[in-house]
């Protein structure tokens, strides 16, 4: 049982940052991957980022160069550095647990937090 929380999300214009963050808490035994994921209205839920408990992580492509995913010593905390934002950054972000490996295909993630809307004006 895990439970996230995100925080951090905004309204920013183009070409802006924003750091989202998500607080776990509860039983983080074998929590292997964590990951940020968004989600626009009437869109498919996709992944953004993944950080493996080695430090390994993954971007998708659109936002490689420019976001970077983090998490503090202890795990408790998972953040997302966004820059130079776009347009179509806009979506939900939430932040996701898997006990078992780190991977693209959403519907495998086990833990889910409630979202933090950012929101990029053109």
């Known amino acids: 049982q895990v439970q996230l929380m995100e925080s951090g999300g905004g309204s920013v214009a183009a070409g802006g940052s924003l750091r989202v963050s998500c607080a776990a808490s509860g039983s983080k035994y074998n929590t292997y991957c964590m990951g940020w994921f968004r989600q626009a209205p009437g869109k498919e839920r996709e992944g953004v980022a993944t950080?493996?408990?080695?430090?390994?992580?993954h971007y998708r492509d659109s936002v490689k160069g420019r976001f970077t995913i983090s998490q503090d010593s202890d795990k408790n905390t998972l953040y997302l550095q966004m820059n130079n934002l776009k347009p179509e950054d806009t979506a939900m972000y939430y932040c996701?647990?898997?006990?078992?490996?780190?991977?693209?295909?959403?519907?495998?993630?086990?833990?889910w937090g409630q979202g933090t809307q950012v929101t990029v004006s053109s």
């Open positions: 950080i493996h408990t080695d430090g390994t992580t």
């Open positions: 996701a647990v898997i006990p078992i490996y780190c991977t693209w295909q959403v519907a495998l993630w086990r833990y």
